[in-house]
């Protein structure tokens, strides 16, 4: 029924010159952070089993 998934972490330093330090290094911020974002999302749904969103939702109001 779930797909069982292994996540590899590997840390690396920025003066590596592996091709995915320098891939990523030449895309532009808006491509890094869509990429980040997709990670963001995949992880919450495999820990939480929901999408991510905000709990409860607050109104400011100003009074006089």
């Given at each position: 029924?779930?797909?069982?998934?292994?996540?590899?972490?590997?840390k690396?330093?920025?003066?590596?010159?592996?091709?995915?330090?320098?891939?990523?290094?030449?895309?532009?911020?808006?491509?890094?952070?869509?990429?980040?974002?997709?990670?963001?999302?995949?992880?919450h749904?495999?820990?939480?089993?929901?999408?991510?969103?905000?709990?409860?939702?607050?109104?400011?109001?100003?009074?006089?």
């Open positions: 029924m779930f797909e069982k998934r292994s996540i590899v972490i590997t690396t330093s920025l003066k590596s010159s592996t091709s995915d330090v320098a891939y990523w290094r030449s895309q532009p911020y808006a491509v890094r952070l869509a990429a980040l974002e997709t990670i963001r999302r995949e992880f749904q495999w820990k939480y089993h929901a999408e991510p969103g905000f709990q409860r939702v607050y109104t400011i109001v100003k009074r006089a």
